[in-house]
């Protein structure tokens, strides 16, 4: 190859360059580098697979052992049940789309085209929120949709998106549910290592249900009810099933919006100022 | 240009560069060389706006690294070339790069074409070997066409055409004018490549200088001399302000050239049987300057057998 082989190849693109919209870039950049992985789509799929299957499923056994059951089922509420395996795959989504940049190295790529942190670490903010939301919400329809034709398919009471309750709570924990990928993200961000930020986002999703009801109630009202997921689940559930471990929604949800912003607000400024 | 002011970058107790300063210029091969954990990479960071410095700066073309708009065209980097995900194909993860500096798609079909992975393109890069890993991280600095490119260890792991195929590579990129830096902690690989070294140990500058003139200010180059008049010829030269060794019947000589000792020579009549201008290897130079400031080191008498005596640290300007 000779130098004038190098120049021919090279310069004729200067002037090419978008400089302009530096933020669409980014934005684009992490997109694209989302969308072209198939880990992407298979975890994405996993989570929603595995929510509407676990919803269906519990469907079928409730209605076929119907006649055992003494105590009145909510139908919307049991539709709900597959929503935490959702949860749990999608906040892997969200500690893997940092902690993957990190354990390959090419968070020094992303910086290296994009050294300005604020618009790398929005455009991520920006993309797993959106995605989350989409699945989010997609996930709960579904297994709302498949929960109330397997009820009926069994003669058991059924609900649809005309009652308010239902409405609220299907679209509410859609919309909800990518609280816990945002601070998977954060953690990720903050541990720089996927079973870290697995681990705690996890841990901290857990904790009401590793604690149990089996705790005294002033401990439900005083210090469980601090935890993010009781947080969320006082806007989302509280209508229609309550325990003493939630709030009033408005103050279950500055519980979980305080919660969101220190560790999103952590994250971003450990984001800044570390070494890469 | 690539200037390098006072840089210090300390992590706790440990200072990985210590108050360096050096400027990189256009038109040539620049290598950046020093025993591994010499501060090399770490400088490159900072330099890239990934690390911030303890103090001082480093800037390119008069700015810091992060104040640069459109960075991708104005430096190239590859820092670590396996640094990719490994379920992108090789076109997929220069999208991305690219699309991230706002450059054109068109261009990654070019830059895989310079480095010559156009047939593995849409390959997972997961399956690459060191040396694919190598150009496409080459593809990658060379997305947005830039005058400056920084390279850290890109010999690594590559064969010998790769090799060959990279020094021509950069040797051309500085032809056109535009700014080379490379780090090597291998002495021998940049004899090959480069035109100008600047050397560190322990994050402090060692020499900064062409190669022809590291080799040259190293005390392993002496001449030997020959002559059945060596012992009237010995106290001529030392008067003329050479060193003089013995070894066998040959005089080996320092402190002066071998156009001069052969003037002497002529001048008072002796006669000469052999004037034998010996280089020191660049490595040899190398491991003397280097000498002590090795993080680890090995052996040290096995650094001692290379080249004896230990050379103060010189800057070397020119």
Request: charged residues 15%; aromatic residues 6%.
């Amino acid at each position: 190859m000779t130098t004038a082989t190098i120049s021919a190849n090279t310069r004729r693109m200067r002037g090419a360059v978008n400089r302009d919209t530096r933020f669409a870039n980014t934005l684009a950049s992490e997109w694209l580098k989302l969308a072209t992985l198939r880990s992407t789509y298979i975890t994405l799929g996993l989570g929603y697979l595995l929510s509407v299957a676990t919803s269906a499923i519990v469907g079928i056994a409730l209605g076929s052992t119907r006649d055992t059951w003494s105590g009145d089922i909510s139908p919307i509420t049991a539709s709900m049940v597959g929503t935490v395996f959702g949860l749990i795959v999608y906040s892997v989504f969200g500690v893997l789309t940092v902690s993957r940049e990190y354990a390959s190295g090419t968070m020094r790529l992303t910086l290296t085209a994009t050294p300005d942190r604020r618009q790398v670490f929005l455009a991520k903010l920006t993309l797993v929120t959106a995605i989350v939301t989409v699945a989010g919400v997609a996930t709960t329809v579904s297994m709302f949709a498949i929960s109330q034709a397997v009820f009926s398919a069994t003669g058991m009471p059924t609900a649809s998106f005309t009652d308010g309750d239902a409405l609220h709570m299907v679209l509410g924990l859609g919309l909800a549910m990518p609280f816990f990928p945002i601070m998977g993200m954060a953690f990720g961000m903050l541990l720089r290592s996927t079973a870290g930020g697995i681990t705690t986002a996890l841990g901290l999703l857990w904790l009401p249900q590793i604690f149990g009801e089996f705790v005294p109630t002033w401990f439900q009202e005083h210090i469980l009810s601090l935890l993010p997921s009781n947080g969320i689940d006082s806007v989302t559930v509280s209508h229609i099933e309550s325990t003493p471990a939630y709030s009033a929604p408005l103050l279950g949800a500055a519980i979980a919006a305080a919660w969101l912003l220190a560790s999103v607000g952590a994250a971003y400024i450990a984001f800044q100022r570390r070494d890469a | 240009m690539i200037e390098v002011k006072d840089l210090t970058k300390r992590y706790g107790e440990t200072v990985a560069v210590d108050h360096l300063s050096f400027r990189v210029r256009p038109g040539v091969v620049t290598g950046f060389l020093g025993p591994n954990g010499a501060g090399k990479t770490t400088t490159m960071r900072m330099l890239l706006g990934l690390d911030v410095p303890t103090s001082g700066e480093v800037t390119v073309n008069g700015r810091s690294y992060r104040h640069i708009p459109a960075p991708m065209c104005e430096v190239g980097a590859l820092l670590d070339a396996k640094a990719a995900n490994g379920g992108h194909t090789a076109r997929q993860h220069l999208a991305w790069i690219a699309r991230a500096g706002g450059i054109p798609e068109s261009r990654v079909a070019s830059v895989l074409d310079l480095v010559g992975l156009t047939e593995v393109a849409g390959r997972r890069v997961g399956g690459f070997s060191l040396g694919m890993y190598q150009r496409l991280g080459i593809a990658a600095a060379m997305l947005g066409d830039p005058d400056i490119l920084i390279l850290d260890e890109p010999v690594n792991g590559l064969d010998p055409e790769g090799i060959r195929w990279i020094r021509g590579f950069l040797q051309q990129l500085a032809a056109e004018g535009r700014t080379v830096l490379l780090s090597s902690h291998l002495m021998s690989e940049m004899e090959a490549t480069a035109d100008h070294i600047v050397v560190i140990g322990r994050g402090r500058l060692i020499a900064d200088t062409s190669i022809a003139e590291f080799t040259r200010r190293s005390t392993g180059s002496h001449v030997r001399v020959v002559s059945p008049h060596a012992a009237r010829f010995a106290p001529v030269l030392q008067g003329a302000g050479a060193a003089i060794s013995h070894e066998e019947h040959a005089l080996i000589v320092t402190g002066l050239e071998a156009d001069r000792i052969g003037a002497l020579a002529a001048e008072h009549r002796f006669e000469l049987h052999e004037l034998a201008p010996r280089r020191a290897s660049l490595e040899a130079a190398f491991m003397e300057l280097t000498q002590g400031s090795q993080e680890y080191q090995g052996a040290r008498s096995a650094a001692t057998a290379v080249a004896p005596g230990v050379l103060a640290p010189t800057r070397m300007e020119n």
